[in-house]
């Protein structure tokens, strides 16, 4: 089983050279952390930033420096700042070909819904909508299951939607999945973690075909 850390070192495995990549609230921003050696990407941020560094240590804290979450954050060599109507301008035109987000559900199609519990206080929904109807591919990163132990990836969402049919993969601490238009197809297993696990706790449409491999982390 993947904790959050273990689950932004996966999907950092999925960044390619050159990728423009907005990173979302939460999981997503720990895969700065986890860029692979010999590949450059340019992380965006929606308030108006190009190219997020990992994050920083204590001494390297710069409070006028934070990301759209408002975390601390570094910079690499040549980022650029810049207002968030042109940041938006970027997301709408489709210049960014990575996007991961978190997630409080994701449906067998693809569904997300990731910025509203009802009766819950909340900001707003912020870039998600944008980032969801504009990205290039978008990858999700969540836990399998609720607090109770009830499935996340559903056959259809319950909660107010984000965006829909968007979702091309998911990883959970639990493992790595393809949405696809058969459903949630099973690709890798988390350290630890059975087939029959991932079954059980999957209520959408889950499909498994032949011998499924563990993750390589490292």
Known sequence: MLDKYGIAKRIAKELKDGFYV?????????????????????LQSENGLLG??????????NADLINAGKQTITTTTGSSFFDSAMSFGMIRAGKVDLTVLGAMEVSENGDIANWKIPGKMVKGMGGAMDLVASASYIIVAMQHTSRDGASKL????????TGLRCVDKIVTDLCLIDVTERGFELRELAP????????????????????????VLD
């Open 22 to 42: 907005n990173l979302g609230i939460g999981i997503p921003t720990l895969v700065a952390n986890y860029v692979p050696e010999g590949i450059e990407v340019i």
């Open 52 to 61: 997020i560094g990992p994050f920083p240590t204590e001494d390297e804290v």
């Open 154 to 161: 559903l056959k259809k969402c319950t909660l107010p939607i």
């Open 192 to 215: 630890g973690v059975t087939v029959e696990e991932v079954i059980a706790k999957t209520e959408g449409r889950l499909i498994v075909e032949g011998d499924i491999p563990e993750m």
